[in-house]
């Protein structure tokens, strides 16, 4: 059959050949399919990465959609924003991207869209049941190759981008779909490129593509620094999430690099809304409003950020993680290529250096992203507990996605994971010392409840 653990919060994931199969993507194209049909949907575009299994996955998994009446338009191997921005030029129904984004390379999966908008939690789920019941729609749907999407989107991030002036910069794409199509687009806008592992290779032969860990861009790093580049910019596996290093070799979190983008847009479109995800600073929410904008913390997730700004309107949005969304010149989908783009712009028209864009923020001290085994029949009711014991005490708490308690001088964090049975803390003060005691007043309280 298919194994139910496949299925996670945000997109489907396994181990080739054991968890996903050709059998069990061939169901999952076949569940997928049936889900749109029963929607009254039937038109689906798809796109695979540069994982050696994404081609084969890609016709398995159109066999199955085509077998339950859906028509399918395969725009081929691309990064996951360039399958977006086909389902917003086709005018598909639906997508599926077929990629394992920042995951080692015995890895794959899909991440499932209605529209723009990504298919996460219950309605994952449903996707499994239909595939349990063997119950699918028949028909025979339509396929149809579509050559050039990749120029096509190369064309728009052109058109509506513009670089005042040649910046210098280091690509580095970790081997993976975004390295044919970043660089020759900063080219066109004039920049001097340096490619760094931008040859799609899915066995990743250079480092693990995630770029925000410090381990997997430090040859990135190292060239920065003994350049004369302005910053890098590092890709993960699909290019929908952001890593950016200053001049000086310094890596700049999801947070701040979001920062750098409100900031910017917030003196175009003063009062608007951005959305932040709950791991991310102090420093930006507070900056948001000392910029004129309207800071708004929400749960932690891609597919999560992207609804809020759909359903409320946002036009910016980004998470700790490098997933940045503009909705602002673009559809408001999660595009680190296009993000590159936008920041580039930034450096381009500003006097200062990218390690002086938020000099003037309060220096905070923290942690990483601490996590802590707790099983997954018990995380979610630990987190109510602790919540319910900080609004006991009065404290300022934020349970929107686990517990954030905002100090003066300082804020912590603990949520039960979506996709693993452990509870993910952070925290941050403007002290080490203010940063223990908020550690350890957190760890306190989870200690007594996790036994």
Known sequence: MINPLIFRQ????????????????????????????????KSVSIGGDARLSSPR?????????????????????????????????????????????????????????????????????????????NKFSEGKGELKIIPGMIDKYMDYVVSVVKIDRPVKVIVDAGNGAGGPILPPILRRLGCEVTEMYCEMDGNFPNHHPDPTVAEYIKDLIKAVKESDNELGIGLDGDADRIGVIDENGNPLFGDQILDIYARDFLTDNPGEKVVADVKCSKNLFDDIKKFG???????????????????????????????????DRFFGFDDAIYASCRFIEIVAKSKKKVSEFLSDQPKMFNTPEIRVDCPDDVKFELVEKVKDEFIAENYDVNGIDGVRVTFEDGWGLVRASNTQPVLVMRFEALSENRLKEIKDLFEAKIAKHNK
Do not use: W
């Open 10 to 41: 945000y997109d489907v994931r396994g181990i080739v050949d054991k968890d996903l199969t050709n059998e069990s993507v061939y169901l999952l194209g076949k569940g997928f399919g049936t889900y749109l049909r029963n929607k009254g949907l």
């Open 57 to 133: 996955f890609k016709d398995q998994f159109t066999k199955g959609l085509l077998e339950t009446g859906c028509d399918v338009k395969d725009v081929g191997i691309l990064a996951t924003p360039v399958l977006y921005f086909s389902i917003q030029d086709l005018g598909t129904d639906a997508g599926v991207m077929i990629t394992g984004s920042h995951n080692p390379p015995e890895y794959n999966g899909f991440k499932l869209n209605l529209g723009l908008m990504s298919i996460y939690g219950e309605e994952i789920q449903k996707v499994y049941q239909i595939i349990k019941s």
């Open 293 to 327: 904008g309207t800071p708004i913390m929400h749960n932690t997730g891609h597919a999560m950020i992207k609804q809020k700004m759909h359903e409320d309107n946002i036009k910016m949005g980004g998470e700790m993680s490098g997933h940045i969304f503009f909705a």
